[in-house]
């Protein structure tokens, strides 16, 4: 079986990878050139064919794209991302969420049942504000993520500048609001969370930790369950190393994933393993040297076999089997190619 990638970067197109497992072979197959820097691409839950790009600019814009069986894609049309430099994107059957990293808003736009699927009623915008100690980061609000729990119907929003996660729900008349928020110590910038059963994981970059909540439905309150550090020897000060992206994939056994971004090792950075047999307190019990410089992007296929990431200062691309029921990395296939990958979807 060859598996199609796609892979959003900091270039100016979103290129399909075809990845062949028995020829350990992983292969630009075309590139579609949609607009400035689309570093955060997500599908359509309803239509596996259509994706939406966002494009990291001033003037904040989302591309709708659709893909065909061989992975080649056009452009549909594009609309406002409601702000600056959408960091995330994230669809539902009836909603598009986008967080705007520079202007602090967050967009849930009523997406069109039909193809193009552009929204076709007034979005709502919400301005988050908030600032942290760090100024050089934490200036103003910097929604990093959209978050989405089915079962509560609650978006959760990490603020990388308010040191929050921010908790949207539905108000009465239909718009989406924050309801709730987390807070962290100052400084921390929490970047990506995952939730699971009952608890929240938070990958905070500035501190380069992972912190665990207990997060019961709204109004409750959060409970701070644990904070461990993403490396098993972290250097002081950090310096220019920033945590970066944080999976979860949870059968046979729940395991997370983080990256570690600017590690001065020759060995390149690391992706950091963590097994949730204690819920309360995930525990470090691998690092997997990758050879990336600034591993931004990570993604694990839907059965949870490969594992994909990428180096934006190079290094390329690179494909992992999940080994020893999640615990162990084992690289499977390489591309030198691809300039500045910062985030992927498995077609």
Do not use: C
Not at 63 to 87: I, T, W
Not at 130 to 152: D, L, M, T
Not at 222 to 247: F, I, K, R
């Amino acid at each position: 079986m060859v598996y199609h990638i796609l892979v959003a970067s900091y270039t100016e197109s979103v290129f399909t990878l075809a990845f062949d497992p028995v020829a350990s072979s992983l292969e630009i197959i075309s590139s579609l050139k949609v607009g400035h820097r689309p570093s955060w691409i997500t599908l359509h839950p309803g239509d596996s064919s259509i994706v939406f790009a966002g494009l990291e600019q001033t003037e904040g814009r989302v591309v709708v794209l659709k893909y065909d069986e061989r992975g080649q894609g056009k452009v549909l049309g594009s609309f406002s991302s409601g702000g600056r430099d959408p960091a995330s994107l994230l669809a539902t059957k009836d909603t598009l969420f986008v967080g705007n990293y520079s202007s602090g808003t967050v967009l849930a736009a009523p997406l069109s049942t039909q193809s193009p699927f552009l929204y076709q009623s007034t979005p709502d915008v919400v301005q988050l504000r908030g600032k942290g100690p760090k100024k050089e980061r934490q200036e103003a609000s910097h929604p990093h993520q959209v978050v989405f729990i089915p079962e509560r119907e609650e978006l959760l929003v990490p603020d990388l500048g308010a040191d929050k996660t921010w908790r949207f729900i539905k108000d009465d008349k239909g718009a989406w609001s924050p309801a709730g928020h987390v807070d962290y110590k100052p400084g921390s910038g929490p970047r990506h969370v995952v939730f699971h059963d009952g608890n929240m994981y938070t990958l905070l970059e500035l501190t380069s930790q992972l912190v665990t909540h207990h997060l019961p439905s709204l109004p409750s309150s959060p409970t701070t369950l644990s904070t461990v550090a993403t490396l098993s020897n972290p250097p002081q000060p950090l310096g220019d190393m920033l945590a970066a992206e944080l999976l979860l994939y949870p059968s046979p056994k729940p395991y997370l994933y983080v990256s570690n971004r600017n590690d001065p090792s020759p060995l390149g950075d690391s992706i950091a393993i963590f097994s949730l047999a204690n819920p309360k307190v995930p525990q470090l019990v691998n690092e997997v040297r990758t050879g990336l410089q600034h591993a931004r992007g990570m993604q694990i296929d839907p059965h949870g076999k490969w594992l994909i990431a990428g180096g934006v200062h190079g290094g390329g691309v690179k494909i992992y089997e999940r080994d020893n029921a999640g615990q162990t990395l084992k690289e499977a296939a390489k591309n030198n190619i691809v300039q500045s990958p910062t985030g992927f979807l498995w077609l």
